[in-house]
């Protein structure tokens, strides 16, 4: 398994707090930086990044525990290999349940 972390112009100390996690995990998280704040282009960097066969997709102001343990049950159950988290999607729900 691999995290990539794609940092796309944050200005608010995110790519600080990237490179902590990034330290306390050295072998499962990388972190990468584009300059423009565009989400499309840090998807595509990420998937050009990853050397994995399923990707699971969710920005950082999402991050979401379960999301990814989700996430990792359906690539375990083969009914996936690429998973989006949207906070914008209509169904989507944010917070604690």
Known sequence: MEIIIVENG???GTIDACRRVQQR???LIQVRTIPRGSYGEAIKHGMLESRGSHVSILECDF???RFVSASIAVFRANRAQFVV???RHPESV???R
């Open 63 to 65: 991050l979401d525990a």
């Open 10 to 12: 944050s200005t608010d």
């Open 25 to 27: 995990f050295p072998k």
């Open 94 to 96: 944010t917070g604690a």
């Open 85 to 87: 988290g949207s906070k």
